[in-house]
Each structure stands twice: as C-alpha cells, then as structure tokens.
C-alpha cells in the first residue's frame, strides 16, 4: 500500500498561482505513475494530470493544458502540481493518487488508480 500526503491547497484569486505537493510513502517503489485529480461539488472526480516515473511521460486534461505543470521528484518520491492562471472553474477538492498499472494513464479514470490522498481544498475567487 502506498500512503499520499497532499499540501499546498488554498484559497487564490482568478489569475493567480498555486502548488499543490504530493509525497509518497510506504510501497512508493512500487508505483507506475502519480496524478492528480479533482472533485468540486456535486460533480464526479475528473483526471487532472499524471506522471511515470519511467520516462516521465505527462498527461494533461484539456481543460488544464497549458495552465497547470505536473512534475516530479523520484528520488523524493513527490509530485508536484503548477497551477497558473487560475479560473473560478478550477475550485475543487484536489486528491492525489498512485496507480501501479500502465493502463491507469490510458483510461484517466479514477477507478484505475490504487491509492489516494486525503484532498487538499483549492478555491479561486472572481
């Protein structure tokens, strides 16, 4: 099992910056790639972005691409979230997640990712 610790939520207005972090514990080696995810209410959690840790292949929604910057430290076993220019759309809960299958990046779907955080609270103001 892989324990995730997120920090870096808040509250931000439209236009700003946030980072989000996400560090790993526990059977961390065992991990294929780290996303991120998001959940605002009354609506499903919906892929974000995600790195592997073999080759450092990303993944962007469409709806962040070229706004939000996934990276990640392996030697740290942390992932990190960039996010720019800020929309009150984008307010959600974040949650941080781990898949050890390669098919979890092909879907995006939450369903394939195995382990996740607890969320962190991102909110943009108008």
């Known amino acids: 099992q892989v324990q995730l610790v997120e920090s870096g939520g808040g509250l931000v207005q439209a236009g700003g910056s946030l980072r989000l972090s996400c560090a790993a514990s526990?059977?961390?080696?065992?991990?294929?790639?780290m996303g991120w995810f998001r959940q605002a209410p009354g609506k499903e959690r919906e892929f974000v972005a995600a790195?592997?840790?073999?080759?450092?292949?990303?993944y962007y929604a469409d709806s962040v691409e070229g706004r939000f910057t996934i990276s990640g430290d392996n030697a740290k076993n942390t992932v990190y979230l960039q996010m720019n220019s800020l929309k009150p759309e984008d307010t959600a809960v974040y949650f941080c997640?781990?898949?050890?299958?390669?098919?979890?990046?092909?879907?995006?779907?939450?369903?394939?990712?195995?382990?996740w955080g607890q969320g962190t609270q991102v909110t943009v103001s108008s």
């Open positions: 790195i592997t840790w073999s080759y450092l292949r990303i």
């Open positions: 526990g059977r961390a080696f065992m991990t294929y790639a």
């Open positions: 997640a781990a898949a050890s299958l390669r098919r979890a990046v092909i879907t995006k779907t939450s369903r394939d990712f195995d382990s």
